[in-house]
Antibody, heavy 117, light 110 residues
Framework: EVQLVESGGGLVQPGGSLRLSCAASGFTFSGHWMHWVRQAPGKGLVWVSHINTGGSITSYAGSVKGRFTISRDNAENTLFLQMNSLRADDTAVYYCARSSFYQMDVWGQGTTVTVSS | QSALTQPPSASGSPGQSVTISCTGT?????????VSWYQHHPGKAPKLMIY???KRPSGVPDRFSGSKSGNTASLTVSGLQAEDEADYYC??????????FGTGTMVTVL
């Protein structure tokens, strides 16, 4: 079964850091670009970041550029999102999604990040 | 990147059709045929319903269809069923490996 499982969410103080993980199974992880997408409470989906198969090409939404870093470990079939200098408006459910050409065809259930003092 | 504009809500009775618009710019929706639509039931993983403007992944009912004209894409759900009640989001490639989602539309089956 094709599956993505996010982990690493939790409560963090403003200015703090958190590292999210996304474990992939049931498909050739190294053959797919991957995305992170988030949804703040009561708000819509927002694209966050994108990484190519080898990890050499990354892209970020303007709101997180310079603070978040996407990476991957193809040997461990895992996607990461390192989040630094966290702010209250980063509070959201974070989803990882598999990229199939220009669409996101498989999604995880999400992990919740709360930034609060 | 500004979010693509969708109506906040849409509704229809069972068996009726509902169409959701998604308006962007020539830098995203109008510039690429890479518009996709996602169904999201709260608390669950979003699901891909339409990709590349009008293509349906296997397993998605043919009641779901997509189109595009200029800077506006549309999703039509025909023959509404109770299980279609959900939030729907459009998304577009915006060049330079960037993507943008729509503001989301809550579909209610009356």
């Amino acid at each position: 079964e094709v599956q993505l499982v996010e982990s690493g969410g939790g409560l963090v103080q403003p200015g703090g850091s958190l590292r999210l993980s996304c474990a992939a199974s049931g498909f050739t992880f190294s053959g797919h670009w991957m995305h992170w997408v988030r949804q703040a409470p009561g708000k819509g989906l927002v694209w966050v970041s994108h990484i190519n198969t080898g990890g050499s090409i990354t892209s970020y939404a303007g709101s997180v550029k310079g603070r978040f870093t996407i990476s991957r470990d193809n040997a461990e079939n895992t996607l990461f999102l390192q989040m630094n200098s966290l702010r209250a408006d980063d509070t959201a459910v974070y989803y990882c999604a598999r990229s199939s050409f220009y669409q996101m065809d498989v999604w995880g259930q999400g992990t919740t990040v709360t930034v609060s003092s | 990147q500004s979010a693509l504009t969708q109506p906040p809500s849409a509704s229809g009775s069972p068996g009726q059709s509902v169409t959701i618009s998604c308006t962007g710019t020539s830098s995203d929706v109008g510039g690429y045929n890479y518009v996709s639509w996602y169904q999201h039931h709260p608390g669950k993983a979003p699901k891909l319903m339409i990709y590349e403007v009008s293509k349906r992944p296997s397993g998605v009912p043919d009641r779901f269809s997509g189109s595009k004209s200029g800077n506006t894409a549309s999703l039509t759900v025909s023959g509404l069923q109770a299980e279609d009640e959900a939030d729907y989001y459009c998304s577009s490639y915006a060049g330079s490996y960037l993507y943008v989602f729509g503001t989301g539309t809550m579909v209610t089956v009356l």
